[in-house]
Structure formats: structure tokens, C-alpha cells
């Protein structure tokens, strides 16, 4: 890679793309990139354009010889890439409301990547995934696939199985949401805290938690059992722990464990929430509405600071410090999905699990956890079981599959309502489903 990076960036009409390029501008000294792609499809096209543009205007700014292509050309974008970053929505927003809005008539929750709705994103995202990956062998067989499409952990997961691309790292800005809640909860820089992570995409844990290599994992939960100390991402609705559950359960869980450890509490807000706001979906289209009226304006060179309620903040010092790392060998260590190779106890050891690993020029290096606490060994279990058995629906379009996995997850938990959502949710997104519907 003596000559400069080249970036694909699947999805690159995202209105998370200044965040990417905000990144790739700050480390441009160590990570000296001099073709950035922008890939969307035709439906994306007027986004690609706008974001393009300002992505365009960013680099002008910042006086740096990056290259930025705008294509609906994806081949032309992979040819000799060095890294391929994917970030895109099958069925943009509107399959998302569907997602969240369907499951609620049953009393089940609706969420992009949990429950039934992360099922069906999946189903949507695997096959773009693998289309992908089957192209990157044939255009860039030695780039690295950064994925940070959600769900991330079953998409790695489908990568890791079911096709050849071995270099490929999941990401998700969780963990690293986690960390900077914790350095402003002992208001102290992000650069002195380092958590202990393991288990699975949106069921991530934080084992331990350090300042300046001393644990204060113990410090850090008596704080967060105040209500005021929250660590929470914006496209979750924060409800409070109860003191004694936090004390017992001896992690730091995150965002998404309200789902599994409120259910009642997240179905009723989530009802409440899409009678009186709209659902996320729905939230968010208007946010992004907001969002490319400000990229419209020629006049501005910079990531918006709006951006950060989309809900993907973090995603750029996530993403970027990822691939910087890969490229310079730099050994530090990040949570990512990887795979597990016996890293952590109990998961096989060839699938996918967000853990802290040691980045190198070679990828992740999963550092051993050993066994889970076994008061969380049985959710993350079960959600691996849910992401195996999902990944493998959406590869064979088996309906019995689906069913097996709509069911196994424990937000859904009946075979009779699993299956009148499965049928309804498949008939809503059959456009994007064509596995399902080919006889």
C-alpha cells in the first residue's frame, strides 16, 4: 500500500458520511488516503449528490489531496480498494418504520436490530452483504470489508460463514459510546479509560472498567445507578436500573440490555412513543430531512453539529481509528466484531463476537475473556443462537428457518405470534425478500 489508500464507502449518500470524512481529514497524516468512493444506488442518488458535495467541500477545506468519486457504479468503486466500508439500508427508511411499527401491533417490540425488526434487517442486509463480498474477491480479493451495517454481529456473522472474505471486522459505535459516557461521568479524557468488553452486537458488556490502568469498575456503577448518570445512546429510550440489579449484575450493560431487562417497560414507551412522535424511523426521517437541507448549503465545509442526533456519534472516531490502526500495525486495543477463536468460553469458536481486541496490520486479535458471568451466559447464548439461525434464513430463504429464529429470540418467545408477525412482515418487505418468494 505504498501508494495512497483507497477507501469504497458502500452506502456513501449515508448522512453519516461527513462523520467518515471528518475522521479520514484529522488522521490524514498516518492514514493517507487519495481516493475516497462514495457508492449508493439509484434510489440513494440525490443523497449521494448532496453528501458528495459536501464531502467535496470538506476536503477543499481542509487542503488535502483526497480524491472523492461519486458512483452508483459499485464495481468501479471496489476495483483495488484497500478497505471497503459498508454503511447502507436495504429498503431505506421506510422498510425500518415497517420494522418497528409491525411487531408493536402484537405487543412485541419494534427495533431496528433487536427482536423481530433486527430479524428482517437482516434478512433485507445479508444477501446485499454477500453480493458484496463475492465481488470484493473477484475486484479487491485483499482489502478489508468494514462493516457497519446493522445488525452488525449477525451480518459478521453471515460474512464469517457464508462466504470467503476472512478480512472482515464488524463495528459499532456502542463501545466506544460507553467509554466516552464513562470519561465524562469522571470528567477525564476518552484516551485514559479503557473497558473490558465481551459478548455480542447490542449485547455487549463491560467486564472492567479502567483509569489510567487501575479498575474503577465499582466506582463507575455506584454512579450510573443514579439516574442522572446514565450512559445512553440517542436512538434509545433511557429508563432507569434499578440500583441493586446494576450492584448484582457487576458489568456495565449497554443501551440495548433495557430491551431484554425491561421488556414490558420498552414495549409500553415504544407504543407510546410511535402514537405520539412516530417511531425512530419516523423520528430520524425528519431529522435526516433537516440534516440534507444543511448539506445543501454550498457554504458549508464541516460536519454539522446536528449530526450527532442521528445517532451515530462516535461512528467516525470508530471507524476511522479502525482502519488506521489496521494500515499502521499500531497494536492498540478496540472493541470490535470479530471472530471468537476461543476467545470467549462457550461461544463456537467460529463465530462472531464484540470483544476487545488488539488491531493489527493482520485484523482483530481477540484478547481471552474465558467464561461470561453466568448471570449473562444464557442471553448471550441465546441471542447467538437467534443470529446463527437468522443468518441461515437469510442465505436459504427457508420460511421454517425464519420461524425457528423469529421464535428463539427472546423478545418474541411464542411460536404463534412469531409466526403471525413473520407472515405479516414478510408480505410488507417481499420487494427486498426476493429468497423468500422465488417459486
Excluded at 434499578?242 to 458489568?251: D, G, T
Aim: hydrophobic share 40%.
Amino acid at each position: 500500500m505504498a501508494k495512497g489508500i483507497k477507501i469504497a464507502t458502500i452506502g456513501g449518500g449515508s448522512s453519516y458520511t461527513p462523520e467518515l470524512v471528518e475522521g479520514f481529514i484529522k488522521r490524514y497524516d498516518e492514514l493517507p488516503i487519495s481516493e475516497l468512493w462514495l457508492v449508493d444506488i439509484e434510489a440513494g442518488r440525490e443523497k449521494l449528490e448532496i453528501v458528495g458535495d459536501l464531502a467535496k467541500r470538506m476536503i477543499k477545506k481542509s487542503g488535502l489531496p483526497i480524491n472523492v468519486h461519486l458512483t452508483l457504479d459499485r464495481r468501479a468503486a471496489l476495483k483495488d480498494a484497500d478497505f471497503v466500508t459498508t454503511q447502507f439500508r436495504v429498503g431505506l427508511l421506510d422498510a425500518r418504520a415497517k420494522d418497528e411499527r409491525i411487531p408493536l401491533k402484537y405487543g412485541v417490540l419494534g427495533q431496528e436490530t433487536n427482536g423481530p425488526g433486527g430479524l428482517f434487517k437482516g434478512l433485507r442486509t445479508i444477501p446485499v452483504i454477500l453480493d458484496i463480498c463475492r465481488e470484493m474477491e473477484e475486484l479487491c480479493p485483499d482489502a478489508w470489508l468494514i462493516n457497519f451495517t446493522n445488525p452488525a454481529g449477525m451480518v459478521t456473522e453471515a460474512v464469517l460463514r457464508y462466504s470467503n472474505i476472512k478480512k472482515v471486522v464488524g463495528l459499532c459505535n456502542v463501545p466506544i459510546g460507553m467509554e466516552m459516557g464513562v470519561a465524562r461521568l469522571l470528567d477525564v479524557d476518552h484516551s485514559r479509560v479503557r473497558i473490558t468488553f465481551a459478548g455480542l452486537n447490542h449485547m455487549v458488556y463491560g467486564l472492567d472498567i479502567f483509569l489510567d490502568g487501575v479498575s474503577v469498575k465499582d466506582k463507575v456503577i455506584d454512579l450510573i445507578t443514579n439516574p442522572d448518570n446514565a450512559i445512553t445512546v440517542e436512538n434509545v429510550p433511557a429508563l432507569e436500573w434499578e440500583p441493586e440489579f446494576l450492584k448484582a449484575l457487576n458489568a456495565l450493560p449497554c443501551s440495548y440490555h433495557h430491551y431484554y431487562y425491561k421488556r414490558s417497560d420498552m414495549v409500553e414507551k415504544e407504543l407510546k412513543n410511535a402514537k405520539e412522535l412516530g417511531t425512530r424511523a419516523e423520528v430520524v426521517k425528519k431529522l435526516e430531512a433537516e440534516l440534507f437541507e444543511l448539506y445543501k448549503d454550498p457554504n458549508l465545509d464541516v460536519k454539522p453539529p446536528q449530526l450527532e442526533k442521528r445517532g451515530g456519534a462516535y461512528y467516525s472516531d470508530a471507524a476511522v481509528r479502525l482502519i488506521h490502526s489496521i494500515y499502521t500495525d499500531k497494536k492498540d486495543i478496540q472493541p470490535v466484531n470479530t471472530i471468537n477463536n476461543g476467545a470467549i468460553a462457550g461461544i463456537p469458536a467460529d463465530s462472531a463476537v464484540e470483544v476487545s481486541c488488539i488491531i493489527t496490520k493482520d485484523g482483530p486479535k481477540p484478547i481471552a475473556i474465558g467464561e461470561l458471568p453466568v448471570a449473562v451466559q444464557g442471553l448471550v447464548g441465546q441471542i447467538k443462537s437467534f443470529e446463527r439461525v437468522a443468518a441461515e434464513a437469510a442465505v436459504t430463504g427457508d420460511y421454517n428457518t425464519a420461524l425457528l429464529a423469529m421464535t428463539i429470540n427472546p423478545l418474541v418467545a411464542n411460536d404463534r405470534v412469531g409466526k403471525l408477525i413473520l407472515d405479516e412482515m414478510l408480505e410488507a418487505h417481499k420487494e427486498h425478500l426476493p429468497q423468500f418468494f422465488h417459486n
